[in-house]
C-alpha cells in the first residue's frame, strides 16, 4: 500500500512559477513510476509528467518546455517544478504511483494523492 500526499497548490499570476511536492509512505518507493495528472472543471483528466526507473521522464505536449518532474528517492518524495504558468494551467493536480514503467494513463496507476489546487490568474 502507498500513501500519496500533495502539497504546494496555490494561487499564482500567469507567467509565475509553483512547484508541487508529493510525499509518498513505503519502503519501495524508488521502484514505483511517479506521474502528476490534473483534471480542470468540467474537463477530463490530463496526463502531465512521469517519472521512472531512475532518471527517464517524459511530459504532456502541453507542458513540455515549463514542468519539470524530478524525485529524491531518499525522502520518497517527487516534484513537479511549474514555470511560465498560464491560467489554462489552472486545475487539480495529482499525484499517482504505479508499480511498473512508463505509463501516461491514469487507469494504470493503483495509487493516488488527494490533489493540490492549482489557480492560475491573469
Known amino acids: 500500500q502507498v500513501q500519496l500526499v500533495e502539497s504546494g497548490g496555490g494561487l499564482v499570476q500567469a507567467g509565475g512559477s509553483l512547484r508541487l511536492s508529493c510525499a509518498a509512505s513505503g519502503r519501495t518507493f524508488s521502484s514505483y513510476a511517479m506521474g502528476w495528472f490534473r483534471q480542470a472543471p468540467g474537463k477530463e483528466r490530463e496526463f502531465v509528467a512521469i517519472?521512472?526507473?531512475?532518471?527517464?521522464?517524459y511530459y504532456g505536449d502541453s507542458v513540455k518546455g515549463r514542468f519539470t518532474i524530478s524525485r529524491d528517492n531518499a525522502k520518497n518524495t517527487v516534484y513537479l517544478r511549474m514555470n511560465s504558468l498560464k491560467p489554462e494551467d489552472t486545475a487539480v493536480y495529482y499525484c499517482a504511483a504505479r508499480a511498473g514503467g512508463y505509463s501516461s494513463r491514469g487507469e494504470e496507476y493503483a495509487y493516488w494523492g488527494q490533489g493540490t489546487q492549482v489557480t492560475v490568474s491573469s
Open positions: 517519472s521512472w526507473s531512475g532518471a527517464n521522464t
